[in-house]
């Protein structure tokens, strides 16, 4: 912006000279307009050559603007810009790092598995650069944001990864996918924490080619362990149900047969001989039996 502006002053300045050399000399007294050119070709030159620059810190991110002379050489000397920042590109140099969410596809890494198999990923991820930390992430490895992408971040998540790859056993990887990644995203985050957050990790793991078959295999076994545990546990239920029902019914057989015994028992206790005899005189209506006896029939009488 700078060198530009420097162009602009020069060729209008020059140009204003021409002009007047030009118009308001009469035409036999016009000679060269030396003074317009030198000062069209001084500015050229001028800013060509001058080391100022400016430079404008968008939003989201953060400026820092480091010493490139001394002792500290930009590691311990630098201050924090934003907006226009204007500074000498002989002895400053200004670095921008965004503090919002970048998202990074690496290409495929080859990691070992617990029990020595290996297993290829192809790891992406979201990472955010935190504000208060970039000068100190500076410091320590002064390079721009893309080279820390491809060089000490990139080794981080590899290295979290392959760390995290050794603990699982490789068919316990593929049926918890999930833990395994928020085991990875932990591991990131506790090394990563002191400059970066990572988020949404996916670690696109495939398996070697000779083991695919055999962990598939292994997995649909679970799956048929599973559903037969299933089936005798349901069986199970329906076994303890009809035995419940069962005693239920035995049960309610018992209770009824002690009501019935127990009402003959007290119906034997109330039937003593004088209870009976009372009972008679309560049905009796006063009348004598009376006995009508055939032609030629004897009525025997025992008069003992």
Same mark, same amino acid.
């Given at each position: ?19 007047? $050399? ?31 620059? !400016? ?15 001394? @002792?500290? +050489? ?51 991820? @979201? ?13 320590? #490895? ?9 060089? *000490? ?21 593929? @049926? ?5 990644? $928020? ?6 985050? &506790?090394? #990563? ?8 990790? +996916? ?6 080619? $000779? ?15 599973? /559903? ?10 329906? /076994? +303890?149900?009809?035995?419940?029902? /069962? ?14 015994? &127990?009402?003959?028992?007290? &119906? ?15 049905? *009796?209506?006063? &009348? ?11 009525? !025997?009488?025992?008069?003992?």
């Amino acid at each position: 912006m700078i060198t530009t502006s420097i162009i602009l002053i020069a060729l209008v300045l020059g140009g204003y000279h021409i002009y007047n $050399s030009l118009t308001n000399v009469p035409s036999k007294d016009r000679t060269f307009p030396l003074k317009g050119v030198l000062i069209i070709v001084g500015g050229i030159i001028l800013a060509l050559v001058q080391p100022f620059n !400016m430079d404008r810190v968008d939003a989201g991110h953060v400026g820092i603007k480091v010493k490139l002379t001394g @002792n500290s +050489r930009g590691v311990s000397n630098y201050e924090y810009k934003t907006g226009w920042v204007m500074y000498n590109s002989w002895t400053e140099q200004l670095y921008e790092f965004p503090t919002f969410q970048q998202h990074i596809d690496y290409e495929e890494q080859s990691v070992i598995t617990k029990g020595g198999f290996s297993a290829v990923i192809k790891p992406s991820f @979201n990472y955010s650069l935190k504000s208060n930390a970039v000068g100190d992430m500076f410091q320590n #490895l002064r390079l721009d944001i893309k080279e820390v992408e491809q060089g *000490w971040l990139k080794n981080a998540i590899v290295g979290a990864v392959n760390d995290v790859a050794n603990k699982w056993e490789v068919d316990h990887i593929f @049926n918890e996918r999930e833990q395994f990644e $928020s085991s990875i995203i932990a591991e990131c985050n &506790k090394r #990563l924490s002191k400059w970066f957050s990572v988020s949404q990790l +996916r670690t696109n793991i495939v398996p070697p080619s $000779s083991l695919q078959e055999a962990i598939e295999a292994k997995t649909k076994a679970i799956q048929q362990a599973q /559903a037969e545990d299933q089936k005798a546990l349901t069986a199970e239920a329906e /076994a +303890r149900k009809k035995i419940a029902q /069962a005693k239920g019914d035995s049960a309610q057989v018992v209770i009824e047969a002690s009501a019935q015994a &127990k009402a003959m028992h007290i &119906k034997q206790m109330q039937l003593t001989p004088l209870y009976v005899e009372y009972m008679k005189i309560q049905k *009796w209506d006063g &009348k004598t039996p009376t006995t009508v006896l055939g032609n030629g029939t004897t009525t !025997m009488v025992n008069v003992k």
